[in-house]
């Protein structure tokens, strides 16, 4: 599939490196706002099969109707093989993972491990498999990123029993999913909308009959209209199909490494993005945090 701007942020004049900031920022944000919107609506009845939900049954027909728009002849960039293995990485898998976790493990748990574990282990997978060595910014930029996400998460970051091992597990696994999309997606230089195509149509034609078959759609109407318009807006729109567009091409422009350091920000950017939201004030300790993250990201990004 290809579109006739294939890189539209480098239409702006903006190096390679600067692009690739611009779309992981985007990502980041806009998963902050995911992140957000999701506690809303966890306090309005969701929960968390809901909004992956509402994530597929949104992003699946829209990039469908964009596959039978600029790719008529229906013929992807990617082999089958490759669209098996990004279906399963970045596909229901890591949202079952991510959402599931959740049962049993708090949130700052979540909040900690799966970004960390993206960062750290998008560093080795890249090391181990595509022979790039880790700087001395990145290697700097990972510790700062770790600290800063033990400092937004607070004490509840350290406190665990043996239920939330499980949780804790099943969040690093997700992170080291994604770990594995991003280093794939530099080895075999992997179009953005092809990839985002192929996540949506799998949890469309996997999450959503299983979902419906079991649920229906009950769990959507006692939400409020503005709600269940954000729900779409956010879930579908945003995070199911620009954000992952966004991340794709940050991989694209700076690698898979300095490119997992963006997802550290998604805690920051939810705490900020859901003051309006849920009334939830930072505190000192968090605050600390998200500036200690974005030193972390810079070094990582534009240290030697």
Known sequence: MSFVATHPIRSLNTSPVQAGTIAGLAAAMIWGGYLSLSRAGVSAGLDGYDVAFLRYVVAGPLMLLAWMVFNPRGRPNMRLGQALAVAALLGPPFVFLSVGGYAYAPLAHGAVILPATLTLG????????????????????????????????GPSAFQS???????????????????????????????????????????LVTVVPVYLWLRGVDAFADLSGPMLSAQIIIQGVL???????????AVLYLGAARAATFPALVPGFALLIGIPLTMEIPGPLQVVGIVIVGLGLVSAIYKP
């Open 239 to 249: 995070s199911g199909v620009v954000a992952m567009i966004a991340f794709a091409k």
């Open 122 to 153: 998008g560093f080795l997978l890249t090391r181990m498999f595509l022979r790039q060595k880790l700087t001395k910014g990145q290697a700097t930029g990972a510790i700062a990123i770790i600290l800063g996400l033990v400092f937004i998460a």
């Open 161 to 203: 029993g043996v239920g939330a091992l499980r949780g804790d597990a099943m969040f690093a696994l997700a992170g080291l999913l994604w770990a594995g999309f991003s280093v794939l997606q530099q080895r075999w230089k992997l179009n953005a909308i092809d990839v985002t195509t192929v996540v949506s149509l799998a949890g």
